[in-house]
């Protein structure tokens, strides 16, 4: 995977600080910040705070202020930010594609980059990523496997990167710009995707989210832009719990390479599920997700609930479209409810991989030691009456179900499952999927 956090934009935001700022009052070792005002821009003001207070400081953000300048605050050591107020991105298209820090995966970039160590970002305020005027932006083009394009980037609200040891809790984030292709018919991806997000933890380690509320709405006739809730990529102990998230992709995505999370206590809408994935999508490289604990879901009017969707596998050494190698193991889905969910239960190991090329080149990713418990509720009947769908290209181990109690408007529960090692280890029965 490519998710490079390249930092080339940092010597020009540092430039352009200012040597001093009447608009940030300092006590202390504590920056608060008084917005200009009439629409003028207080990112250069809101840096200086960070740079002033890096260090064993607090911020404070207790009013309205608006930004057109990428925030790249890097090197806090144990810091307090108080979020109070609400930080509103500008619907500045032409300025945020050329500017907002580039992040390299499929052209993902990020309005603010969060890094450093012992991190607390609190206070009950809110981020507005002003997403509507991307939505509704009639010359949107989509880059590499549905992501931002070079002339058309769209950040990632707030990036935690290079980053230890941070509490992020109390929070409202509105209005991602970002999207994905289009679902086919059928519920699942057309072509390879870029699922983005309001939040995006990369390469960082104890990190947690706590009381969030997440919302990306349209109020227009063209929809809202399908932004995860959160994407995470190479990092551990991650915990995500007590949130509220309102969308259309994933709720919780984990992508390569995360290991030890807890997510849970969560009701989302809209979603396309917890995601364990998408992986092995790149040949030659190594995705690994271990380790993961998910507890008290609440999914409504979903496309998916519990979802684990791994790439098949390719003939083509340099493929993006699979042909990874690596590991999925000890995942629990528990006390999972779900409410009009199209794929209740839903493991793909041919994921946005056709039907002839996985069966000629199975996955090459394990998938073992996953466990559904107490996986209850209804799906939506869009898939008939098919409740659950396991179905590995090469053989899965240690797959478990207990508790399982899943109905279906369209008549009696189906569970279709393929290469399962073990079926007695599910407490539903199993049939073939269709040819």
């Known amino acids: 995977m490519r998710f490079s956090a390249i930092l080339l934009f940092l010597p020009v935001v540092i430039a352009t600080l200012p040597s001093s700022s009447p608009q940030v009052k300092v006590a202390g070792n504590k920056c608060t910040v008084i917005p200009l005002g009439g629409g003028q821009d207080d990112g250069p003001n809101i840096l200086y705070a960070f740079e002033t207070c890096k260090s064993g400081g607090t911020i404070v953000l207790d009013q309205y202020y608006v930004v057109n300048t990428v925030l790249v605050t890097t090197g806090l050591k144990d810091v307090g930010i108080e979020l109070s107020g609400t930080v509103q991105y500008t619907p500045n298209i032409a300025y945020w594609s050329l500017n907002s820090l580039f992040l390299e995966y499929q052209n993902a970039t990020t309005y603010w980059f969060l890094s450093g160590d012992l991190i607390h970002l609190y206070g009950g305020g809110t981020l507005d990523a002003n997403g509507q005027v991307w939505w509704d932006y009639p010359n949107k083009t989509v880059g590499t496997a549905g992501g931002s394009s070079t002339v058309f980037a769209r950040p990632v609200p707030l990036t935690v990167g290079n980053a230890s040891n941070v509490l992020i809790e109390d929070l409202t984030e509105i209005g991602s710009p970002l999207w994905v292709c289009p679902p086919s018919p059928h519920g699942q991806p057309k072509g390879i995707l870029q699922t983005l997000q309001n939040n995006f933890v990369y390469q960082s380690t104890n990190v947690t989210y706590r009381r969030m509320n997440i919302s990306t709405t349209s109020y227009s006739s063209n929809p809202t832009a399908n932004s995860d809730g959160w994407d995470i990529y190479r990092s551990s102990y991650i915990t995500i719990e007590d949130s509220t998230i309102n969308n259309d992709d994933d709720c919780v995505s984990l992508k390569p390479n995360t290991t030890n999370v807890v997510v849970g206590n969560l009701y989302c809408n809209g979603s396309h599920g917890i995601s364990v994935g998408s992986l092995g999508q790149y040949a030659g490289e190594t995705d690994i997700v271990a380790n993961v604990y998910v507890y ?116 009696p529960a189906a569970y279709y499952c393929q290469g399962i090692a073990n079926e007695t280890l599910l407490d539903f029965p199993c049939t073939s999927p269709p040819s």
């Open 296 to 411: 008290n879901i609440s999914m409504n009017h979903a496309q998916n609930g519990a979802r684990i969707k791994i790439f098949g596998g390719s003939p083509d050494p340099d493929s993006t479209a699979g042909g990874g190698t690596g590991y999925v193991q000890n995942i629990t889905f528990e006390n999972f409810y779900v409410n009009n969910v199209d794929y209740p239960i839903y493991l793909n190991q041919c994921y946005s991989t056709p039907a002839n090329i996985c069966a000629e080149y199975p996955s090459e990713l394990v998938i073992s030691d996953v466990h559904y418990i107490n996986v209850h509720g209804t799906s939506s009947g869009k898939e008939g009456d098919l409740v659950a769908e396991l179905e590995c290209s090469q053989e899965c181990y240690g797959i478990t179900a207990t508790g399982t109690n899943l109905t279906s408007p369209k008549g």
